[in-house]
């Protein structure tokens, strides 16, 4: 049977048909529907976590109990989640783990130019790279193999365009499942702090009753290296000897339409790159293109590996353009220029809904001239110009350090006031607020409830009402704010805009901290 | 029975039915037998801002994005969305662009100046089809939130695809309750494509 998926449905299905046991995650676009998707499948458990961290960790305890997880997260997910990932490619694991990360390569849906390659490289972990659903399916299920028979994490790359496009997979009337896969074979993975102290060059490093705990780390990468040579997701179509392509994910396709005549090197396992097959690639022809979306990383890898290759030369990165268009392709490889001028149309800002909450507190700044540091999500609309309330946005759940912070220095007349979100304050705002707790700040801060996190399509977080049958354990913003000691704790209805200013003008001006919890469900997904 | 390669490029503001219209589109094409792929591409925030989808049906389709200057057909709930994917179209492409403006936000917040919209879509020089659906869609006493299925009724007579296979992908894509309504302004959508090609 033929269906049409998304490559976040492809993944979803490749990763339930891998026998994953469990899923976590934090929302986050483009990729967010990977998760959902796999909560309708019965036999597998899903979480959207705390925050991109907590779900890693989970993972890495599933993967030590030895069952395979999967853990879906945006690149700037990666950030937060670094820690955990650096620590947890050291270490052989036990159940499979798949980190399905999306890039949003051109800003397409969001507003960032990270590449989650850079983590791969830092971190020597596996990266595969689907182009279509259908390899998005394949694909996953050959990460589970590489993260079990390699020990180590995988990161399974999506961006804007593989998790959004849809694009017809082959399925079998009966879904392949094999049940939750079980493998445990060693204590290493519980063992990180003996392996890392043995593998540092002290004198034990022969020691024979230490060896056992030692992870040869190096030797695995160079088994895995070798392995990547092999394998058929690295595929060699050889044509035309005077253009060689190395191409990997969408761009390939893209490639693939542009250059119907020229050689092709699709790279399926990114990392680690098979450097014996890109040699004799190079080698059979006259000119070798790199197509990848993103940084130009694999086109300096095989720099540094002594070869002459095209890519950033003739397709510029930042400040410009991190993504391929089978458009840009055209134009830089074979000198086609489109006639047709553009034409000029004026841009679409996002805004908040008509009666958003969010709407409330932005028009409450700007009419007393209040300074203001918000964050990401719904929220974080009311700092672009045409709202212009919000002075200051960096990452989720970052206000409250910022507020406190420039106001620990700052004069009183100049107070900054912190806003974020209920999503945002569970996510990483609350070590904010008990850093200003424990520091015995001075902070008006705003939470801005809207019982969900909605930015990313109405997931439920640790405030919002339960759904029925759900066997989970609401927390209350406000209990916790008083219960780790905030002064002042005040919850308000978001269309009671007399008694917000009131109590936000007047808590402006007075010492310690008070909460400001604006309350009042989004209306499109609460 | 298949036709050459199709490429469709369908265009609208969040919230007008672009990605729906996209679903039913390429289950359509899917069900009569073509490779297909359909991407779509929406911008930061929920509601009102831009979305458009490339869809691409053939023997075999590789890239899901459409080269500028390439497709064959664009539909757009929206005018001024139209203008801006109109240089997707080929020269002998044709436009059918719903008579509605939704103006940009940077315009409505004043920080970049309208333009004249009529008279540049009127320079564009494609063959087109601009109605007023949602007054057609009065007389027959149908909602104007049907225009995505209407639209996608005048686009199918642009296709060898038969009416049955694209009501049963409709009613596939569409909630039970949603259904009958859907397929009725499809239909109407498909006559009155029927009688403007007459006209011509």
């Given amino acids: 049977?033929?269906?049409?998926?998304?490559?976040?449905?492809?993944?979803?299905?490749?990763?339930?048909?891998?026998?994953?046991?469990?899923?976590?995650?934090?929302?986050?676009?483009?990729?967010?529907?990977?998760?959902?998707?796999?909560?309708?499948?019965?036999?597998?458990?899903?979480?959207?976590?705390?925050?991109?961290?907590?779900?890693?960790?989970?993972?890495?305890?599933?993967?030590?109990?030895?069952?395979?997880?999967?853990?879906?997260?945006?690149?700037?997910?990666?950030?937060?989640?670094?820690?955990?990932?650096?620590?947890?490619?050291?270490?052989?694991?036990?159940?499979?783990?798949?980190?399905?990360?999306?890039?949003?390569?051109?800003?397409?849906?969001?507003?960032?130019?990270?590449?989650?390659?850079?983590?791969?490289i830092m971190s020597q972990v596996p990266l595969l790279e689907p182009s279509d659903s259908q390899e998005a399916r394949e694909f996953m299920k050959i990460a589970f193999e590489i993260s079990e028979r390699f020990e180590?994490?995988?990161?399974?790359?999506?961006?804007?365009?593989?998790?959004?496009?849809?694009?017809?997979?082959?399925?079998?009337?009966?879904?392949?499942?094999?049940?939750?896969?079980?493998?445990?074979?060693?204590?290493?993975s519980l063992q990180k702090t003996i392996g890392n102290v043995v593998r540092f060059g002290f004198d034990n490093y022969d020691s024979p009753k230490l060896k056992d705990y030692w992870h040869d780390?190096?030797?695995?990468?160079?088994?895995?290296?070798?392995?990547?040579?092999?394998?058929?997701?690295?595929?060699?179509e050889l044509q035309d000897s005077t253009i060689g392509v190395i191409a990997s994910g969408v761009s390939y396709l893209y490639g693939k339409e542009v250059l119907p005549k020229a050689s092709f090197l699709k790279l399926g396992l990114v990392f680690p790159l098979p450097q014996k097959i890109i040699k004799e690639f190079i080698e059979k022809h006259e000119k070798v293109y790199v197509l990848e979306d993103g940084h130009p990383i694999i086109e300096k890898e095989i720099r540094n590996m002594g070869f002459e290759v095209e890519g950033e030369s003739i397709f510029p990165r930042f400040p410009h353009m991190l993504y391929f268009t089978p458009d840009i392709i055209e134009e830089k490889i074979l000198g086609k220029v489109k006639e047709r001028e553009e034409v000029r149309v004026p841009f679409r800002l996002p805004v908040n809904c008509p009666g958003c909450s969010h709407n409330v507190i932005n028009d409450l700044l700007k009419k007393n001239n209040i300074k203001a540091v918000g964050g990401i999500g719904c929220g974080g609309l009311g700092a672009f110009p045409h709202f212009g309330a919000i002075d200051v946005v960096k990452c989720m759940g970052s206000s409250f350090g910022i507020a406190y912070g420039f106001n620990k220095l700052g004069s009183d007349d100049e107070k900054i006031v912190g806003i974020m979100g209920d999503g945002e304050f569970w996510h990483t705002g609350i070590n904010g607020l008990l850093n200003i707790i424990w520091n015995n700040g001075d902070c008006t801060l705003i939470i801005n409830d809207n019982l969900t996190v909605a930015m990313t399509g109405g997931q439920k977080n640790i405030s919002s009402p339960l759904e029925s049958h759900s066997n989970k354990r609401r927390i209350s913003i406000e209990r916790v704010c008083r219960s780790i000691g905030v002064d002042r704790v005040h919850v308000i209805d978001s269309y009671d805009v007399e008694e917000l200013e009131k109590v936000l003008l007047d808590e402006i001006e007075k010492k310690g901290v008070s909460v400001i919890i604006s309350r009042r469900k989004c209306l499109i997904f609460s | 029975m298949l036709v050459d390669d199709l490429n469709l490029?369908?265009?609208?503001?969040?919230?007008?039915?672009?990605?729906?219209?996209?679903?039913?589109?390429?289950?359509?094409?899917?069900?009569?037998?073509?490779?297909?792929?359909?991407?779509?591409?929406?911008?930061?925030?929920?509601?009102?801002?831009?979305?458009?989808?490339?869809?691409?049906?053939?023997?075999?389709?590789?890239?899901?994005?459409?080269?500028?200057?390439?497709?064959?057909?664009?539909?757009?709930?929206?005018?001024?969305?139209?203008?801006?994917?109109?240089?997707?179209?080929?020269?002998?492409g044709l436009l059918i662009v719903n008579d509605k403006k939704v103006t940009p936000t940077s315009v409505t917040e004043k920080l970049q100046d309208d333009i004249d919209l009529d008279r540049l879509l009127g320079e564009l020089d494609y063959e087109r089809m601009i109605?007023?659906?949602?007054?057609?869609?009065?007389?027959?006493?149908?909602?104007?939130?049907?225009?995505?299925?209407?639209?996608?009724?005048?686009?199918?007579?642009?296709?060898?695809?038969?009416?049955?296979?694209?009501?049963?992908?409709?009613?596939?894509?569409?909630?039970?309750?949603?259904?009958?309504?859907?397929?009725?302004?499809?239909?109407?959508g498909r006559k009155l494509f029927q009688m403007k090609a007459e006209e011509n």
């Fill in chain 1, 1 to 120: 049977m033929k269906k049409m998926l998304t490559g976040n449905q492809g993944t979803a299905l490749g990763s339930y048909e891998s026998g994953v046991s469990y899923a976590t995650g934090y929302p986050g676009t483009p990729c967010t529907e990977v998760l959902n998707e796999l909560s309708s499948f019965t036999d597998i458990d899903c979480e959207w976590s705390t925050n991109e961290k907590v779900a890693l960790e989970v993972a890495c305890g599933v993967s030590i109990s030895g069952r395979r997880s999967l853990v879906l997260m945006k690149t700037l997910g990666l950030n937060v989640a670094a820690d955990a990932f650096t620590q947890l490619s050291g270490t052989p694991i036990n159940g499979g783990i798949v980190l399905v990360v999306a890039d949003d390569v051109g800003r397409i849906v969001g507003d960032d130019y990270q590449d989650c390659r850079f983590y791969n």
């Fill in chain 2, 131 to 188: 109605i007023d659906i949602s007054s057609i869609l009065r007389d027959d006493e149908i909602s104007s939130k049907y225009t995505n299925t209407f639209m996608l009724g005048m686009l199918s007579m642009k296709t060898s695809i038969e009416s049955r296979v694209w009501e049963e992908s409709i009613g596939e894509n569409v909630t039970v309750g949603f259904r009958e309504d859907n397929i009725k302004a499809f239909r109407v």
């Fill in chain 2, 9 to 92: 490029i369908v265009c609208g503001v969040g919230g007008q039915g672009v990605v729906l219209s996209s679903d039913i589109l390429a289950n359509a094409f899917l069900k009569s037998g073509y490779d297909v792929k359909a991407t779509d591409i929406i911008g930061l925030g929920q509601r009102g801002g831009s979305v458009v989808t490339h869809v691409r049906a053939g023997e075999k389709v590789i890239s899901p994005l459409i080269k500028k200057g390439e497709a064959d057909i664009l539909l757009s709930f929206e005018k001024y969305e139209a203008l801006r994917w109109s240089r997707y179209l080929k020269e002998e």
């Fill in chain 1, 152 to 188: 180590t994490p995988v990161i399974f790359r999506l961006n804007s365009i593989t998790s959004k496009s849809k694009s017809v997979v082959h399925i079998n009337q009966e879904i392949d499942r094999p049940g939750k896969r079980y493998r445990r074979i060693h204590k290493k």
């Fill in chain 1, 217 to 236: 780390f190096n030797e695995n990468w160079n088994r895995l290296s070798s392995y990547s040579k092999d394998i058929e997701i690295n595929r060699v």
